[in-house]
């Protein structure tokens, strides 16, 4: 049995480089089965602000002509999971060197310390005794 709670995990977008792996480096954590969202957010603007990225399916994602089209800020990202890892993909891909990507999944509660720990569950989640 999983329990899951929503993640924010942040890394840094590189300047023409819109393909990153979840799994690995600063994205340091089993790829998700889904994700909720994606996001980034542009140090030179203060306060800084998170944008949303709208999420292409795979479909969408391979409708696009130009993958390897830049502008200054993305617009979409696709998830490509290919467990252990997973591949997210940029578009555009961004030129900006002011970017912080950010991504929102689902990630199973770690370990229950002792048979008798405190644990506190959302409404209509239910727990084998």
């Known amino acids: 049995m999983f329990i899951h709670q929503l ?5 840094t977008i590189s300047a023409n480089d819109g393909s990153y792996t979840v799994g690995t480096g600063e ?6 089965v889904r994700i909720d969202g994606v996001a980034f957010s542009d140090s ?7 944008t949303n990225l709208r999420l292409l399916t795979d ?17 979409a990202a696709w998830y490509n ?8 993909e ?8 002011t970017l912080t990507g950010v ?10 310390s002792a048979l008798a720990s405190t644990v506190s569950l959302p409404p209509g989640t239910s727990v084998p005794s």
């Open 7 to 11: 993640t924010r995990t942040t890394w």
């Open 27 to 32: 994205r340091e954590r089993a790829a998700p």
């Open 44 to 50: 030179s603007v203060t306060p800084a602000y998170e």
């Open 59 to 75: 479909r969408d994602y391979q409708n696009i002509r130009i993958k390897t089209q830049t502008a200054e800020t993305p617009q």
């Open 81 to 88: 999971l290919t467990y252990p890892t997973a591949t997210l």
């Open 90 to 97: 940029l578009w555009p891909v961004p030129t900006s060197t």
């Open 103 to 112: 991504l929102y999944a689902p990630q199973a509660v770690a370990e229950f």
